[in-house]
């Protein structure tokens, strides 16, 4: 695909800093960036910065006449695919939504024919002042999305929502925005689950597996950037939420398979997780002390939900597309082929989680691909992402959904 060309309009906040961190990884990704510094934002991080790490000239003065015949401020907006507004400053925001256009940012912002995507970032107090909440609001009515603002320690010293949010979500959240407008999954909705599950014995113990959730939220990214609307349903990991989708955070079995149930109808479900087959019996309230216990206490189990199986196996608000994964530590075909049959669901991908197979927790997985139709192919050892790609490819040709232009 040609590379998506990214306006980068960058505000006046200290959060400019990340922007270049922003483009370098966005440029690793295939974008091509082209960017607009305020005046403000000048005051943050240096044109000769930007340029440098974009390959490209930076704009920052409405009225410059070198800056006018090479490149007009209307066609700044028309040669771009999709305009970022980041920092997305309060002031901005407010410019936005009362519609101003005194300095090239607002100008090109008031002209632009694309999408517009902003990342947040401000003081805690300004965030949530009403004024900026009713120009969001504004804005959101207008059809602009936003990512973020994240909680957390802010450069003035406060401390709540108001970070901007980090560069690998906010270029998951610009794939997800290009997917939508050009992807081949535009207008469906997928469901992914990822990630163990933790089956607490007591407020401190619990019963869990090694799975880091790295293939399941693959998955997740790469079907929004394919276009579709997702909900990644995540167990506990030490993974960043992507961005461009609803992330929804579980413990247990019982809570993922709710989420899920929750996030129907969706017209393709992949169940990545590692969910526990089972379930401490009963959850002690207490924490459970080694001086009070005569022996070692036995751990009695029950039975958890079978999330594929409870979705895959029902009548009505089943999705389309059903896929699973099989983790296998032996005659891995054979036993992923039964699983298939056994669980009713239209798809399985099956792995050697075998103790030299470094699958679980690693960035490459092997892959059989398994269809109820009986059809079968091996995958070659390939990275996480590139299992995704390949997946979501395959998703979209079976839901019969054609790549097009925007
Ligand atoms: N799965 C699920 N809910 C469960 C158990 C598994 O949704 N309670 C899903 C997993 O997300 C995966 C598939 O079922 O897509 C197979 O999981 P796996 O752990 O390989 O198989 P199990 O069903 O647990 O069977 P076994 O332990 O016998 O291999």
Redesign the pocket.
């Known amino acids: 695909m040609e590379k998506a060309r990214i306006l980068l309009v960058i505000g006046g906040g200290i959060a400019a800093y990340k922007t270049l961190e922003l483009i370098r990884r966005g440029r690793a990704r295939g974008l091509a960036f082209r960017c607009v510094l305020t005046r403000a934002g000048a005051e943050f991080v240096t044109p000769l910065a930007l340029a440098s790490l974009s390959g490209e000239k930076v704009y920052s003065d409405l009225f410059s006449l070198t800056d006018e015949v090479e490149m007009g401020h209307i066609r700044l907006s028309r040669e771009a695919d999709l305009i970022l507004v980041a920092p997305a400053t309060a002031d901005l925001i407010a410019k936005m939504a009362g519609g101003h256009a005194d300095d090239l940012a607002s100008t090109l912002l008031l002209a632009a024919d694309k999408p517009v995507l902003l990342a947040p970032a401000m003081n805690v107090r300004m965030w949530s002042h009403p004024a900026t909440q009713r120009n969001l609001a504004q804005l959101k009515a207008d059809g602009v999305r936003w990512i973020g603002p994240e909680a957390g320690d802010l450069a003035c010293g406060e401390e709540g929502f108001g970070r901007m949010a980090e560069p690998e979500a906010i270029l998951d959240a610009l794939s997800a925005e290009l997917g939508r407008m050009r992807g081949p999954l535009r207008g469906r909705r997928a469901v992914v ?1 990822s990630g163990p ?1 933790q089956e607490p014995w007591d407020p401190v113990r619990f019963l869990s597996n090694r799975s880091s959730g790295k293939q399941g939220h693959a998955i997740a990214r790469a079907l929004a950037a394919a276009g579709a609307q997702v909900t990644l349903v995540a167990g506990p990991v030490a993974l960043p939420d992507p961005g461009g989708m609803e992330v929804v955070h579980v413990r247990s ?1 019982r809570e ?2 709710a989420a899920v149930e929750r996030s129907l109808p969706a017209d393709v479900l ?8 089972w379930r401490p019996r009963s959850p002690r309230e207490d924490k459970i002390k080694k001086q009070a216990e005569r022996a070692p206490p036995v751990l009695a189990l029950e ?9 895959a196996q029902r009548r009505e608000g089943r999705p389309r597309l059903v ?6 530590t032996e005659r891995v075909v054979e ?2 082929r039964a ?1 298939l049959a ?2 009713g ?1 239209d798809w ?1 991908l099956a792995n050697d989680v075998g103790p030299q197979s470094c699958v679980l927790g690693g960035d490459r997985n092997r892959v059989w691909w398994l269809s109820r139709d009986g059809a079968e192919e091996a995958w070659p050892e390939l990275g996480k992402e590139e299992v995704a790609r390949r997946l979501v490819a395959r998703i979209a040709d079976a839901l019969g959904c054609a790549a097009g232009e925007a």
């Open positions: 689950t599950t079995a993922m398979l992949v169940c990545a997780a590692a969910v526990a087959d039975e958890n939900p079978d999330i594929l199986k409870t979705i896929v699973g994964f099989a983790a296998e036993r992923a699983k056994q669980k669901c399985l």
